[in-house]
């Protein structure tokens, strides 16, 4: 036993566990050991080289039956989890869609989590409801939604975790809806629509919601329409099912997809919905957060059609994880299909309506104080600042697709709208579709071998692809120039070096 | 403009959103600022006195178009955010079931916020799920669960955001389970049962999975069986459901009520579940943190018979809002229900099937780093530290009962089980038992509204009660000396102080 055991030992231990200078001076250790990390974050491997188990292998098998000292911690923390760590935070980090945290949202969790109050309902903590509809309405207004999604307006926003909880609560609105006209046995003739392009969470929801398996529609998309879904065909697949005496409920549109970022119709997908009274969802996860800019507002055009839009401010708006925005033209919906009235927490607010309880608007009680962090994200950049910080994103990726088309051996596979790039090695003469797809798969695990970059795949119109997504806070052009890089001396390796090319 | 703001603006403004010197400094001053607050919040009126509305008025109705320095928007949480707070960290806080954080739990969310992982699967941040996994089986064995829980007995342990989540999933993959058996259409048919004290998530997580309303079997309990579910009764309904060629699937049984801490008899329960072979989740919510004590463990016995069991660690184990463990027998059932493979997370060492993807063991894909707050408080306390803090709350609660037993206006309701009393004032001569119920309906009030203290209600065999429950984490034995005077004065008020009694 160390020094510094017998130091912190007893008289730590005889303290409160939130003994406040306590809490101060571990405190002050803990952002500085933060701080550091993201000063030394861009030199370590992007992903973790871990192998199964490593982690399990290094670390005690039980608790330990006494304390330890909070400094042995935070160096077992630096040895053995920091290298176990796929560095999300790195500027080096272009896979899937980045997770955007900021000074500014961390921080906002970190008041969140030491005020721990537990916002069920109004009462319970009166201004964690209240600063969740204020900075509800306030990014409704920044990005340009209808008043009928406002509190204001009648409609109005929640906080969830993730875009897999605000499309099953919507669906749950929709289906108890739908249910209450043709009758709750009927649950078994429930359909569900959306592109074969959406996010697994949609088949998700649909699944926990009791919609029948072969009642999931995933429409098919094409090359040729970007991968959009087309109206038309919704409109006949409804039709067709109507026919045959199903009952379609639900549409999930996608405003920016995983695979390619590509962007549904929603105007016409609307009028299509509400031709038949159907909910139609917006699941802007994503994309949703370029609307900030007014040059892509219009990808949300006809959004007023919509009966509910959600998207993840810890995805593209530098709030930490978790942070989905789920905005309703009808919170009477949500609440008719997630309300639960127990009497032990009965009170007069509740009681005289002039509240928000938003354990009704979502699957759990409990919940944690999230507005804190996307208030203090949207009062420190405010609307310019967010703009710029987007648009710098942009601009990194189109430097990046302009990088690839320059070099012939490497093809971009569909237009770049937001910040995400995908691009491919080209077929090369004689290689079928599969060889190639396995070369760029190999392209891909090199990358992410080496370390000094990690990007993630989707296979679009049969194409495997690569996919780089410019969006953790730290990166700067530079880093994307260097992951430029590493991707043509990859290429070099694998199609030989000596091959003259277009460079 | 101040001169702060013409400081901070600019220059701060051109910086990148997590540069680490801001970073550093800002994290600072927050962290001193919650220290303060923990020095001050005793102070504070408990429940906030804000009325609906309050804040709102309070703030712009609109996001600013430029970003605004740090220590404006710090002098605005402590002028217009604490004041609306309810202090659930405030040592007079006794309300529903407190929520227990401390310095290690704090740090440990700062942590997962600052690394910013967001670990659906193994390889998105190896260390994040195999700490998960560690911590779970620690965590296990220090509560003296049965190996089949463990990762090592086959079973497993996930973290979840709350119980309702919890229940839901557990709810699912015994729904799955029995479909795969009976046919998809059959959803109609399934029954699920708890007693009529088990918690609201009970019926929400039913309502989610689609089981119809008439078929949430709440099974009634008595006042002579300590509000605890019958066996017998549960046994009697089971056969009558399945003789009207109903499905009976899942039971909810619970050890520590809301209401009352009632300890349903898992043993005989377990029996009657597999006799039919019906999934039983075990809700440990509150409670089953106290079987880090020896002396609390037989409330767990027969526990090898369930099929998955949960308590929060945010309730009663010093972990920062938000922590759920869920443990289950058999994964395989859990991961059946939830999981999804989507092309753009598939990876060699998810198909090697030698890693755990936690995405499949929940409802959501996004999951924030909770493994790190709960390795961190089973480190810095230890066993034997956990067990002296959970005792000092029974200690300090049991105290409490004494002074309640000691003044013959109160009585007990039912006995003390762990750090909650549920007492009232007696029902006097002539005084109806609605009377009755309204004069201990006003002292709570009373009490609340007087900021000193919080508490909270139920109705328990048709009486109204008041809760105290210990378990913030700064409450010491003079918070509840000064709680029950509190009490005292208030009753003096409300039936008379002249009155003569056996104080």
Redo the contacts between chains.
């Keep these: 036993m160390g020094k510094e055991e017998l130091n912190g030992g007893k008289s730590k231990?005889s303290k409160?566990?939130?003994?406040?200078?306590?809490?101060?001076r571990?405190?002050?250790k803990?952002?500085?050991?933060?701080?550091?990390?993201?000063?030394n974050v861009a030199d370590y491997p992007v992903?973790?080289n871990?192998q199964?188990?490593?982690?399990?292998r290094l670390?005690p098998?039980?608790?330990?039956?006494?304390?330890?000292p909070?400094d042995a911690?935070l160096r077992d923390?630096q040895s053995?989890?920091?290298?176990?760590?796929?560095?999300?935070?790195s500027p080096n980090y272009f896979a899937?869609f980045p997770?955007s945290?900021?000074?500014?949202g961390?921080?906002g969790?970190?008041?969140s989590?030491?005020?721990?109050?537990?916002g069920f309902n109004?009462?319970?903590?009166?201004?964690?409801t209240?600063?969740e509809?204020?900075v509800m309405?306030?990014?409704a207004?920044?990005l340009g939604l209808p008043e009928s999604f406002l509190f204001s307006g009648g409609g109005g926003g929640v906080l969830q975790?993730?875009?897999?909880?605000a499309i099953?609560c919507t669906m749950?609105a929709a289906r108890e809806k739908t249910l209450r006209k043709i009758g709750?046995?009927r649950?078994?003739d429930l359909v569900v629509y959306a592109s074969d392009q959406a996010?697994?969470?949609f088949?998700?929801a649909a699944?926990?919601?009791?919609v029948?398996?072969e009642n999931y529609r995933t429409l098919p998309t094409t090359r040729a329409d970007l991968f959009s879904l087309s109206p038309d065909l919704l409109r006949r697949t409804i039709s067709k099912d109507m026919e045959a005496g199903l009952v379609p409920f639900f549409v999930c549109a996608t405003v920016g997809t995983?695979?390619s970022t590509a962007v549904d119709p929603i105007k016409a997908l609307c009028e299509v919905a509400n031709e038949r009274n159907l909910w139609l969802h917006v699941d802007a996860a994503y994309a949703g957060s370029s609307c900030v800019c007014p040059e892509f507002r219009h990808y949300f055009s006809g959004v007023e059609g919509a009966s509910s839009l959600s998207l993840?401010a810890?995805k593209w708006l530098?709030t930490?994880?978790?942070c989905c925005c789920l905005w309703v033209k009808d919170p009477s919906a949500l609440t008719a299909?997630?309300s639960?009235?127990?009497?032990?927490l009965k009170n007069e607010?509740s009681e005289?309506k002039?509240?928000v309880d938003y354990k009704d608007w979502q699957?759990?009680?409990?919940?944690?104080f999230r507005a804190?962090k996307l208030w203090?994200v949207?009062?420190?950049?405010?609307?310019?600042?967010l703009q710029s910080?987007l648009r710098s994103h942009v601009a990194m990726a189109e430097r990046f697709r302009c990088l690839v088309a320059g070099d012939r051996r490497f093809e971009v596979v569909v237009p770049r709208t937001f910040a995400m790039v995908c691009f491919r090695l080209r077929p090369a003469a004689g290689l079928s579709s599969e060889e190639t797809n396995e070369l760029n798969r190999r392209l891909l695990e090199g990358l992410n071998e080496s370390g000094r970059a990690c990007m993630?795949?989707?296979?679009v119109g049969g194409d495997y692809v690569i996919?780089l997504a410019v969006g953790a806070?730290?990166t700067?052009q530079r880093h994307v120039d260097s992951a430029w890089r590493l991707v043509q001396q990859l290429a070099d390796a694998l199609l030989g070096a000596a091959i003259i090319n277009g460079r």
Tied chains: 1, 2.
């Design positions: 231990r409160n566990p939130l003994d406040p200078e306590e809490f101060r571990q405190g002050h803990v952002i500085d050991f933060l701080a550091d990390y993201y000063l992903r973790s871990s199964p188990g490593d982690l399990r670390l098998d039980h608790a330990p039956i006494s304390g330890e909070f911690i923390i053995f989890i920091v290298p176990g760590l796929t560095h999300w935070m899937y997770s945290g900021s000074t500014a961390f921080l969790e970190v008041l989590s030491g005020f721990n109050v537990v109004w009462l319970s903590s009166p201004a964690a209240e600063l509809t204020l309405d306030w990014l207004k920044a975790g993730t875009t897999c909880e099953l749950l709750t046995h649950v078994a996010h697994s969470a088949q998700k699944r926990i919601a009791g029948q398996p995983t695979s993840n810890h530098l930490n994880l978790d299909a997630l639960t009235d127990p009497e032990f607010a005289s002039k509240v699957v759990a009680l409990s919940r944690r804190m203090l949207l009062r420190t950049h405010g609307i310019t600042g910080i993630s795949h989707a296979v996919r806070t730290l700067e």
